[in-house]
């Protein structure tokens, strides 16, 4: 969500902070702001809309060695200038803001009895003016002051105007890093908006508060005790998070999965297995004791974890259930026996999916296991068992190489099971020859962007679209219609074909196009049938048919051939024309494919 760039630097940091908050821009936002200390003025410029339009409002060279910059995506108060971040109390003390301050209104309350005036409506503006209330010269020590008050998640980065060469940062459930540099230091919400200017990050733990200053930093835990944490050197360059010769941020990610998954099987798999303790040095143990598996995600990772659900109970017989995080967090879920707790995240901070795992504690889960593509974060390190996706940095908020290196992630989960299970050597061996083969199917199939952008121009006028699949490919029809939905903003369902009968068929006419995923697998006479529904109401039939599936020439239906196929792969493989299709109505609606509106690409709020 919200984006945080802060800087303390010899020479003049307005430049990084801007270049920081346009790294961020993916993350979504709908306004922004600098603040930047400078010969003992406090100047803050802030702007309604993208980063251009605050970067046009400061002066090219506007002075300052140290400030803070932000894009925000609201939560409290409408977007406006008035509630951009930073926040100021006393033109002295100023405050960006990552997370939700839950008990805001009370402290309110309390700050307007001491004389404070708020003049946004957000919860943000409390923090300014309660770290004012606290500030007796020493800003470390007013920080924590307030932090004992504050509740609700928030990463925070905070300014005082006579203390000009000194930022704190603190963070509790939202993410934050520390870049350290030559004399100079930095934070941020994500590494990618610090990538120009430093390789070497510290990531925050939990309640944590960090004092940086251009030739020094500390770091503190939350009892106040001075903790040294490990300095990360990572491998990601500025070009890494760059379009390249791509229109678009999410076209080069589709065009990436290939590599992706390579990478997520590397020293993985042998070509006939699974390699063991790909999990961690503690998973046998806990694999052993596996007799029911509870996934737990959010968006297009709920969906992959649908797929595993069928993997799962069709492959191994072990009862799975799926749920979206923001629902099992508050209800009282019966957990069987032995229940081994998955999470899916891209980011691993996902607010929902992080507080369900912080509340398992005492029920009947033998551990927990994270699949996540961001090493340092807050789920893989509170997680038993771990294993990432590799799937590098992903830009565009319509996830695409998350979510099959998710898919491919989840495989090797079961396959690690099925070793424990007694599978059949000669399956487990033809399951790692299709992953194996995944990235040569997936170049195959991106040989038909061509084709499925002309296919795109059909979509530009309507208003709806209906998505169908059976088995484990429902899944992956919610995942399409999730995605047309995301960046077109086409309203788009998926139902499982044999639910065409129980309310769906009412909304078939010639206006609302039906995308059919159709492999060829034992339920391809019933979807065939299904389609038949379809077409005798005037429907409109898109049909993405793997290889293998005979189809009638002689129809009007749209057919688009997939030059591959796979027995237990598959939904990975009907993945990607259905981003492409997405992706192609998207471009030719013209709306902000990367940045779609409303929309954020990393969920730390509740």
Known sequence: MCGIVGAVAQRNVNSILIEGLRRLEYRGYDSAGVALIHDSALQRFRSLGKVQQLADKIPPEQPGNVGIAHTRWATHGEPSEQNAHPHISRDRIAVVHNGIIENYLELTEELKAKGYQFSSLTDTEVVAHLVDSFYQGDLLQAVMQATEKLQGAYALAILALDQPDTLVACRKGSPLVLGIGFEENFIASDVSALLPVTSRFIYLQEGDIAQLQGKHYQVFGQDGTAKALEISVSELTSDSVSKGKFRHYMLKEIYEQAQAIRDCLEGRTTSSDVLDAIFGPDSDAIFEQVE????????TSYHA??????WLEDLL???CQIEVASEFRYRNAVV??????????QSGETAD??????DIGGKNYCGSLSICNVPESSLVRESDLVLMTRAGPEIGVASTKAFTT????????VLTLAKKRGMDAAVRKLIVEELNDLPRKIGYLLKLDEKIELIAEDFIDKHDALFLGRGEHYPIAMEGALKLKEISYIHAEAYPAGELKHGPLALVDAEMPIIVVMPNDEMLEKLHSNMQEV???????????HEGVAMNDNSDDVVVSMPCSAKYTTPVLSTIPLQLLSYHVAVQRGTDVDQPRNLAKSVTVE
């Open 292 to 299: 029911n598996i509870q996934i737990i995600a959010c968006g």
């Open 305 to 310: 974890g649908y797929v595993a659900k069928y």
């Open 317 to 319: 017989e072990i009862p």
């Open 336 to 345: 069987p026996p032995n229940t081994l707790f998955v999470t899916l995240s």
């Open 353 to 358: 999916t992080l507080a369900a795992l912080r």
């Open 406 to 413: 998710q898919l491919v992630a989840l495989m090797l989960m």
């Open 535 to 545: 077409k005798a109401r005037g429907g409109q039939l898109y049909v993405f048919a």
